[in-house]
């Protein structure tokens, strides 16, 4: 079997991270499983790559509550975490950009859910980050509103 071209390779990398995004959304942990590298990272880019405590918050409203991201995950944490999302939770991600070139794959996306306690809906701008490895995701770095997340899924 010979080599894919570059842009085999591109659209490849693309169907990859698209069938992420629809495991991620869905919280299919088993199907994540499948599509992580053993060495997979989930950053949740509250703080420069590579760094694994995020800074004190700019809000007074985020400040009194304690709140703290965890921003770096390892695989086992990252499958944990889908694990545990309660099943009354709909989400759906709608990818309306999605760029490859060589190992890296960047999607622009809106995340919309409902079934929160609160009541409230999610609608939260994404920039989704992916290195592929193997046919793998490796790096999963993950930039939103963090606010209006906080707000629909963790405020009172």
């Not at 591109?10 to 919280?27: M, S, T, Y």
């Not at 999302?85 to 794959?105: C, K, M, S, Y």
């Amino acid at each position: 079997m010979s080599a894919m071209n570059p842009a085999e390779a591109n659209a490849e990398n693309k169907l990859l991270v698209q069938r992420f995004i629809a495991a991620f959304a869905e919280a299919r942990h088993e199907d994540m499983a499948e599509l992580i590298t053993d060495d997979f990272v989930w950053h949740i880019a509250v703080t420069p790559p590579g760094e694994a405590t995020a800074p004190a918050w700019q809000s007074r409203l985020l400040a009194r509550t304690g709140f703290q991201w965890v921003p770096i995950r390892d695989r086992a944490a990252f499958l944990r975490h889908l694990a545990r999302r309660p099943a009354q939770l709909t989400v759906r991600i709608h990818v309306f950009n999605l760029i490859a070139e060589g190992d890296q794959v960047a999607a622009e996306a809106v995340a919309e859910g409902t079934g929160w306690a609160n009541g409230r809906q999610l609608r939260n701008c994404l920039s989704l980050h992916f290195t592929v490895a193997g046919g793998k995701i490796r790096l999963f770095r993950e930039y939103m509103d963090t606010l209006h997340r906080f707000d629909v899924q963790d405020a009172e």
